[in-house]
């Protein structure tokens, strides 16, 4: 099973099944140590559950999995030591202080009292929770308490950790905190499996991804593979004066091809152009002296990537699977090109 | 939100990450221990738990005394020397409860996830988390012979029978708390685990010598009363309050707590790895 190779993660066609649901139906995964490896796919694809066979809390019932040499049934204690997890749902407790939190953890970890108590100050201070450091945890906002949860992950560096969905429901200022965090983490060597439904995220953070749909993997490659295989994303503009849009719309249509109006009277929007196009049609605006307010060129939803791949869409069983975290202004075309 | 606080130094970050030896593996004891701490500390945070097992024996202990003390033994003083050691023994047992609600409300959270994804004694949450709850079960006590005395109860063990009675009945319900833990590992919301929870104690409590003399019942029932385990609890408290230990009663107790212990400690650390 172990094979010696630098693989972080081995597993071939792990399987686990809620009553009549195949939550996780035949995954393989190969992650190289020391990369981050995103398992992108919509709600209910399996990614949480695969994560949880991964770090031991749950047993497989089918296939089987090693986790740093480690096989995840027999040798589970010692793949305990070398991991970490950040659930998807906090874990952290809520009704301690974020201090004591990680106090708790250094504790349960082996440290002592007085040592216990410095990690946690240097953690605090270097995730920039420190001023909320004595205030109990259920008081915290969304990014602070992803970025405790976070710490407490690291109270002891892990060789390996899981992160579920990290970024899900943060602002885009506390979303970009994590990234800068987990690219940290493996700058210093540690190898993250990283489980998101943006495809954005994967692609800002991980090495490799592999697509998850239904409890089986179905594509696997980098961030660029992936998005060849899409192709194209959406080009989004926002005139200065909404009174020239079906002008503006025009032009677009010529250079880049199909236009939708959006519900905001100044913008327009066309899916499917890839950034040359896009440049080509911004420049026809430019030129036919339609000022804009605004420009992007948005990354493939991971509906179009599902659209792409599958030929469906993905089933996603609420919103947040098929809205992305909002992308700044500035995440524009040089970043597909 | 924050509203002001720059973004963390990757810097620091990478400090924070690359700067930890790792310490050796933790005890059972001072994995223990440490979720004995996580226990106070929640006791600390959230007192409101602690009004909940306190309010409902105090409200027995006034209403007994002076709606049926009279009825019951011909007077509330008499009634309440009756009937105060076995009050204690309701409000603590009762507090065991919240020990299963307790533990079902931490599974629904994440955090339970990290803990048993650590490398740790196994049973080491568990105990802990009932370390923390025997402050409880102290304080749900001592408020109640607190009350007692100040209605006028005055136990002729004096200050070392209450003590000595607290402390039998705490060791009692430290191990009849794993059967509520089970029940908290068990089923699916708090609220299930507090109705069934209450469901069992309720009749145990008032089918015991708690409130009423046995000898003045039915006999089936009179018989029932007597081999209930919170009777023989209730007896052995009484008796150390009084001054007089009940050795057997005493004994019996501590046995009973012991098998409830051996039985359900094992079951509670299978589930809970399990669920
Ligand atoms: N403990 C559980 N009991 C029953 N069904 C579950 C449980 N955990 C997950 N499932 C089901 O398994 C499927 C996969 O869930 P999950 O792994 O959480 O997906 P994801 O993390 O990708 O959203 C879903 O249909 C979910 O409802
Ligand atoms: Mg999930």
Redesign the interface.
């Known amino acids: 099973m172990t094979t010696g190779t630098a693989l972080a993660i081995e597993a071939s066609g792990l399987g686990k099944s809620f009553g009549r649901t195949r939550a996780v139906n035949g995954v393989d995964l190969a992650v190289p140590a020391g990369s981050i490896y995103g398992v992108l796919g919509p709600n209910g694809a399996g990614k949480t559950t695969t994560i949880?066979m991964l770090?031991?809390?749950i047993t497989p019932d089918a296939g089987s999995a090693s986790v740093l040499g480690h096989d995840i049934v027999a040798e589970a204690?010692a793949v305990?030591?070398l991991?970490?997890?950040t659930?998807?749902?906090?874990?952290?407790?809520?009704?301690?202080?974020g201090r004591?939190n990680l106090v708790?953890?250094g504790?349960?970890?082996?440290?002592?009292r007085a040592?216990a108590r410095d990690?946690a100050d240097?953690?605090l201070?270097?995730?920039?929770i420190a001023?909320a450091a004595g205030r109990?945890v259920k008081h915290y906002?969304g990014?602070?308490r992803r970025?405790l949860d976070i710490?407490?992950?690291?109270?002891?560096?892990p060789q390996l950790m899981f992160l579920d969905e990290p970024t899900t429901g943060l602002?885009p200022?506390?979303r970009?905190?994590v990234w800068?965090?987990v690219?940290?983490?493996v700058?210093?060597g540690?190898t993250i499996l990283l489980c998101t439904q943006y495809l954005e995220e994967a692609d800002q953070l991980a090495d490799g991804i592999a697509v998850i749909d239904r409890g089986r993997v179905i594509a696997e490659g980098t961030p660029g593979h992936l998005k060849a295989s899409v192709g194209t994303g959406s080009l989004r503009v926002r005139l200065l004066d909404p009174a020239r849009r079906d002008e503006a719309a025009q032009v677009l249509e010529r250079s880049v091809g199909p236009v939708v109006a959006e519900p905001e009277p100044a913008a327009l929007s066309s899916t499917g152009v890839d950034a040359e196009r896009a440049a080509i049609g911004v420049a026809e605006l430019a030129r036919a002296g339609i000022g804009l307010a605004h420009f992007s060129l948005e990354q493939p939803s991971l509906d179009e990537v599902f659209l792409a791949l599958t030929g469906h869409a993905a089933e996603a069983t609420d919103d947040e699977a098929t809205t992305g975290p909002a992308t700044p202004a500035t995440d524009t075309l040089q970043e597909l090109s | 939100?924050?509203t002001t606080?720059?973004?963390?130094?990757?810097a620091?970050?990478?400090?924070?990450?690359?700067?930890?030896p790792?310490?050796?593996?933790?005890g059972p004891l001072?994995?223990a221990l440490?979720?004995g701490?996580?226990g106070m500390?929640?006791v600390k945070?959230?007192p409101e738990q602690l009004l909940d097992v306190t309010v409902t024996p105090v409200m027995f202990l006034l209403m007994f005394t002076y709606l049926f003390g009279g009825a019951i033994a011909g007077s509330t003083s008499a009634y309440l020397d009756y009937t105060l050691p076995g009050l204690l023994v309701m409000s603590v047992l009762f507090t065991t409860v919240y020990s299963g609600v307790a533990l079902n409300t931490d599974l629904t959270?994440?955090?339970v996830?990290?803990?048993?994804?650590?490398?740790?004694w196994r049973p080491a949450p568990l105990l802990g988390s009932l370390l923390g709850d025997s402050v409880r079960y102290v304080v749900a006590g001592t408020v109640i012979i607190v009350v007692g005395v100040a209605l006028g109860y005055r136990p002729d063990g004096g200050f070392p029978g209450a003590v000595a009675a607290l402390a039998l009945v705490v060791v009692f319900s430290f191990g009849l708390s794993w059967i509520f833990s089970v029940l908290g590992l068990l089923m699916r919301t708090p609220n299930a685990v507090m109705n069934a929870g209450f469901m069992a104690i309720f009749p145990l409590t008032f089918l015991s010598n708690v409130f009423v003399d046995p000898a003045t019942l039915p006999g089936p029932l009179e018989a029932f009363v007597d081999v209930n385990p919170i009777s023989v609890l209730a007896t052995a408290s009484r008796s150390l309050m009084a001054g007089e230990p009940d050795g057997a009663a005493i004994v019996v107790s501590l046995a009973v707590a012991a098998v409830l212990a051996l039985v359900f400690i094992p079951v509670t650390t299978r589930l809970y790895r399990s669920r």
């Open positions: 949880r770090a031991t809390l204690d305990r030591e991991v970490s997890l659930g998807q749902l906090a874990s952290v407790d809520e009704d301690l202080t004591e708790l953890l504790r349960l970890l082996g440290y002592s040592a990690r240097e953690l201070e270097a995730f920039d001023e109990l906002s990014g602070m970025r710490a407490a992950s690291i109270v002891v560096t602002d200022r506390s970009n905190q800068e965090i690219r940290a983490l700058g210093e540690t | 939100m924050t606080t720059p973004a963390p130094t990757t620091a970050v990478r400090r924070a990450i690359s700067s930890t790792r310490p050796p593996r933790p001072t994995a440490a979720f701490w996580r500390l929640k945070h959230v959270k994440g955090v996830d990290r803990f048993r994804s650590l490398p740790i």
